[in-house]
């Protein structure tokens, strides 16, 4: 044995021989609960491999905590120590394995299949091979808790009880008080089967229904206590009421959550998918959740004092102490952080004072620059809107903020009040600026998602919106689905092409010259179900009956050979790595659990529609796809593929490169030949004139470009 396994005081006492001290230690020792039997059969060890080699004594030892064990039937402490010193406590002749069956027949003698077992183990086998019979051990101990008549859980198949031992078959016979019996394996019971003890609420549901009912209906605390404790984890809201099915109805589900989960014994752990605990007591429950506050984040610190700071005023005054220095830490590195610590200690009754640096008026009273920062690191939506409210109320240059904040928000409900109070300014250049905004979102809509989906929601409503460029609407509208940026906002864009939506009401709005384009832009959308599309198409053909006799098939799509290459590369890498991995991951989530609350199935799901919606887009696009063959482009004329110099008015000049939508990057003077600007560069020659955003300009060069 390990020199390290023996007890400090007993080491001392063994290395200096004081026999009669190291009885009187071994005598307190050996009568704690529990006693520690692998240090002190460690010990017994070194007492017998000493100097002096008085095994007779380490034996005397061993005996008198055998018998202290004897007498208090710790029969399993009994097998430890067997296992740890049995030659030295009762010989090396093989009476060790006869030992250890005494002890077992003593741990287990109310078990009607304990000899049976210690047959089919083989313990009348090799009884020398003191290894082999530890084996057997864990055998048996694996074994014992499928006695006759004990009632298990199965996943899957619900509550039954053991209704047969087949030792020629090696299984256990299940019967289910639901469903059909079952078989299963010795070998398998322990990994299939989970006893349930008589506290046990699925086992109490079928031996004690009534009392189980009436617990349900009087004292919904106590029934979630039964839960909690018979499970003994954490569990999610979804895993309580799956224990208490048919006990507590689909109808009373609300009323009697709410009434058992506000005991001050419930412990609330995690954010999102909550999960709950019960403790011991009151004063556990309030240690728990100061532990766990601690222990958290910042922003879990802030949920944590919402959620629990009611329990008790002097864990919430703690809490908010903690907070508020927190904020103070926070100001100059993160402002957005202190800001939200501020708001949560407002709610809480515990506001800053006006004169902190982190209140909202000191914080509001910064330069442009911080502010700007600070509502970029606002992550509680609530939060960031009051934020909002307090640069209205304290910022004379509140404007230029909002204007500078409004590609970058990132939920359309905050979206909406910032342009309308933009609208409602007297100011010109407020007004050019949202304008300009506004008209970005129809050319680049990838740049600020949020807030073109802002835009097309609203659009359904806003004639104003919609007849911006209602054409550049329905072609950005059919293909973001199919955008990776737009993959949270799936669900909300598809809904926008549906009868009587968005894109029905801006194809009334297009002009006699936009009909054959948004047309195309229809036919491309592969997403779109035949009756979505045909939906569309009879109202785009109702407005424009000219174009019924025009190609309905969508036009080609001209792109740079390394575009396509790159296009194909992304295709295969959804269909061949991602699909089954999501697929895998779909499965793994489903497994975890109640899908109503099982996040992580919720976002593989959401996975995989961007991903089968983005794959049939691509493949769509593909088919259409043609390279550009710079080796014949003709720059006599402003065509796809030149390179393209534009001198203003005023002397500017700027240089413009013509490729397809999928080499689109107007930052780096890149255009779509299918965006407005294009259009009107297309067919134009040296000399001749376009009218630009800044007045006319006049076409200086054209040459081939070079990709």
Request: contains cysteine.
């Given at each position: 044995?390990?020199?390290?396994?023996?007890?400090?005081?007993?080491?001392?006492?063994?290395?200096?021989?004081?026999?009669?001290?190291?009885?009187?230690?071994?005598?307190?020792?050996?009568?704690?609960?529990?006693?520690?039997?692998?240090?002190?059969?460690?010990?017994?060890?070194?007492?017998?491999?000493?100097?002096?080699?008085?095994?007779?004594?380490?034996?005397?030892?061993?005996?008198?905590?055998?018998?202290?064990?004897?007498?208090?039937?710790?029969?399993?402490?009994?097998?430890?120590?067997?296992?740890?010193?049995?030659?030295?406590?009762?010989?090396?002749?093989?009476?060790?394995?006869?030992?250890?069956?005494?002890?077992?027949?003593?741990?287990?003698?109310?078990?009607?299949?304990?000899?049976?077992?210690?047959?089919?183990?083989?313990?009348?086998?090799?009884?020398?091979?003191?290894?082999?019979?530890?084996?057997?051990?864990?055998?048996?101990?694996?074994?014992?808790?499928?006695?006759?008549?004990?009632?298990?859980?199965?996943?899957?198949?619900?509550?039954?009880?053991v209704a047969d031992v087949n030792l020629q078959l090696s299984s256990f016979k299940v019967e289910f008080f639901t469903g059909s019996p079952l078989n299963v394996g010795f070998?398998?019971?322990?990994?299939?089967?989970?006893?349930?003890?008589?506290?046990?609420?699925?086992?109490?549901?079928?031996?004690?229904?009534?009392?189980?009912?009436?617990?349900?209906?009087?004292?919904?605390?106590?029934?979630?206590?039964?839960?909690?404790?018979?499970?003994?984890?954490?569990?999610?809201?979804?895993?309580?009421?799956?224990?208490?099915?048919?006990?507590?109805?689909?109808?009373?589900?609300?009323?009697?959550?709410?009434?058992?989960?506000?005991?001050?014994?419930?412990?609330?752990?995690?954010?999102?998918?909550?999960?709950?605990?019960?403790?011991?007591?009151?004063?556990?429950?309030?240690?728990?959740?100061?532990?766990?506050?601690?222990?958290?984040?910042?922003?879990?610190?802030?949920?944590?004092?919402?959620?629990?700071?009611?329990?008790?005023?002097?864990?919430?005054?703690?809490?908010?102490?903690?907070?508020?220095?927190?904020?103070?830490?926070?100001?100059?590195?993160?402002?957005?952080?202190?800001?939200?610590?501020?708001?949560?200690?407002?709610?809480?009754?515990?506001?800053?004072?006006?004169?902190?640096?982190?209140?909202?008026?000191?914080?509001?009273?910064?330069?442009?620059?911080?502010?700007?920062?600070?509502?970029?690191?606002?992550?509680?939506?609530?939060?960031?809107?009051?934020?909002?409210?307090?640069?209205?109320?304290?910022?004379?240059?509140?404007?230029?903020?909002?204007?500078?904040?409004?590609?970058?928000?990132?939920?359309?409900?905050?979206?909406?009040?910032?342009?309308?109070?933009?609208?409602?300014?007297?100011?010109?250049?407020?007004?050019?600026?949202?304008?300009?905004?506004?008209?970005?979102?129809?050319?680049?809509?990838?740049?600020?998602?949020?807030?073109?989906?802002?835009?097309?929601?609203?659009?359904?409503?806003?004639?104003?919106?919609?007849?911006?460029?209602?054409?550049?609407?329905?072609?950005?509208?059919?293909?973001?689905?199919?955008?990776?940026?737009?993959?949270s906002y799936r669900v909300r864009l598809r809904a926008l092409v549906e009868k009587g939506s968005t894109a029905a009401l801006a194809i009334r709005d297009l002009g006699d010259?936009?009909?054959?384009?948004?047309?195309?832009?229809?036919?491309?959308?592969?997403?779109?179900?035949?009756?979505?599309?045909?939906?569309?198409?009879?109202?785009?053909?109702?407005?424009?009956?000219?174009?019924?006799?025009?190609?309905?098939?969508?036009?080609?799509?001209?792109?740079?050979?390394?575009?396509?290459?790159?296009?194909?590369?992304?295709?295969?890498?959804?269909?061949?790595?991602?699909?089954?991995?999501?697929?895998?991951?779909?499965?793994?989530?489903?497994?975890?659990?109640?899908?109503?609350?099982?996040?992580?199935?919720?976002?593989?799901?959401?996975?995989?529609?961007?991903?089968?919606?983005?794959?049939?887009?691509?493949?769509?696009?593909?088919?259409?796809?043609?390279?550009?063959?710079?080796?014949?482009?003709?720059?006599?004329?402003?065509?796809?593929?030149?390179?393209?110099?534009?001198?203003?008015?005023?002397?500017?000049?700027?240089?413009?490169?013509?490729?397809?939508?999928?080499?689109?990057?107007?930052?780096?003077?890149?255009?779509?030949?299918?965006?407005?600007?294009?259009?009107?560069?297309?067919?134009?020659?040296?000399?001749?004139?376009?009218?630009?955003?800044?007045?006319?300009?006049?076409?200086?060069?054209?040459?081939?470009?070079?990709?």
């Amino acid at each position: 044995m390990a020199k390290a396994n023996v007890p400090p005081a007993l080491l001392t006492l063994i290395d200096v021989g004081e026999l009669e001290a190291l009885e009187d230690e071994w005598m307190r020792l050996i009568a704690e609960k529990p006693p520690d039997v692998v240090g002190l059969a460690a010990a017994a060890q070194r007492v017998s491999a000493g100097e002096s080699g008085d095994s007779d004594h380490a034996a005397f030892l061993l005996d008198l905590f055998d018998e202290q064990l004897k007498g208090r039937k710790a029969w399993r402490l009994r097998l430890e120590l067997l296992r740890h010193a049995g030659p030295l406590l009762v010989g090396e002749d093989g009476s060790v394995h006869d030992e250890i069956v005494a002890t077992l027949e003593k741990l287990y003698h109310d078990r009607e299949i304990l000899a049976g077992m210690l047959e089919e183990v083989g313990f009348g086998k090799a009884t020398h091979d003191v290894k082999k019979t530890w084996e057997k051990v864990e055998r048996i101990h694996a074994l014992m808790p499928y006695d006759l008549g004990t009632i298990v859980a199965m996943e899957g198949r619900g509550v039954g009880r053991v209704a047969d031992v087949n030792l020629q078959l090696s299984s256990f016979k299940v019967e289910f008080f639901t469903g059909s019996p079952l078989n299963v394996g010795f070998r398998a019971a322990p990994k299939m089967l989970d006893p349930l003890p008589e506290e046990h609420i699925l086992r109490r549901k079928i031996e004690q229904p009534e009392e189980i009912a009436k617990l349900a209906k009087d004292d919904p605390p106590a029934l979630l206590r039964v839960v909690l404790l018979s499970r003994g984890r954490e569990m999610a809201a979804g895993e309580v009421r799956a224990d208490l099915a048919g006990i507590v109805s689909d109808s009373r589900w609300a009323s009697w959550w709410n009434a058992a989960r506000k005991h001050p014994q419930v412990v609330v752990h995690g954010k999102g998918r909550q999960t709950y605990s019960w403790a011991e007591s009151e004063d556990h429950a309030l240690d728990a959740v100061w532990s766990a506050f601690e222990a958290a984040g910042p922003r879990k610190k802030i949920d944590l004092l919402r959620r629990e700071g009611e329990r008790d005023p002097d864990l919430a005054s703690r809490m908010a102490d903690n907070l508020s220095a927190l904020a103070a830490e926070a100001v100059d590195e993160d402002p957005g952080l202190a800001f939200e610590l501020a708001c949560s200690l407002d709610r809480a009754g515990h506001a800053p004072d006006p004169d902190d640096p982190w209140s909202p008026a000191s914080l509001m009273a910064s330069s442009e620059k911080k502010v700007l920062a600070l509502l970029d690191g606002v992550e509680d939506r609530t939060a960031r809107e009051t934020a909002y409210r307090e640069v209205r109320k304290r910022r004379e240059d509140w404007a230029r903020v909002y204007l500078a904040r409004l590609p970058r928000e990132e939920e359309t409900k905050l979206v909406e009040p910032l342009v309308a109070e933009l609208a409602e300014d007297d100011d010109e250049t407020t007004a050019k600026e949202l304008g300009r905004f506004l008209d970005r979102l129809l050319v680049q809509p990838q740049k600020s998602p949020t807030a073109f989906v802002w835009f097309a929601e609203s659009a359904a409503e806003d004639g104003e919106l919609r007849r911006r460029n209602p054409l550049r609407l329905l072609q950005h509208l059919f293909a973001a689905v199919g955008r990776e940026e737009f993959a949270s906002y799936r669900v909300r864009l598809r809904a926008l092409v549906e009868k009587g939506s968005t894109a029905a009401l801006a194809i009334r709005d297009l002009g006699d010259d936009q009909a054959p384009a948004a047309r195309e832009a229809l036919h491309r959308a592969g997403y779109l179900e035949s009756y979505e599309r045909d939906e569309l198409e009879r109202v785009l053909l109702l407005r424009f009956p000219a174009i019924d006799g025009e190609s309905q098939t969508a036009d080609v799509l001209w792109a740079t050979a390394d575009s396509i290459a790159a296009k194909r590369a992304e295709l295969d890498d959804i269909t061949k790595k991602e699909l089954p991995a999501n697929r895998t991951a779909i499965q793994v989530a489903r497994e975890m659990g109640d899908l109503r609350e099982n996040f992580e199935y919720k976002a593989a799901r959401q996975r995989h529609e961007y991903l089968s919606a983005r794959a049939t887009q691509l493949n769509g696009d593909l088919n259409r796809a043609r390279p550009i063959d710079f080796s014949v482009v003709d720059p006599s004329k402003v065509r796809v593929g030149t390179k393209v110099k534009l001198a203003g008015a005023n002397g500017d000049e700027r240089v413009l490169t013509v490729l397809g939508p999928w080499e689109s990057a107007p930052e780096n003077g890149i255009i779509s030949y299918e965006s407005d600007l294009a259009q009107k560069l297309l067919g134009k020659g040296v000399g001749e004139e376009i009218e630009g955003k800044e007045g006319k300009e006049t076409v200086a060069e054209i040459e081939v470009a070079k990709v």
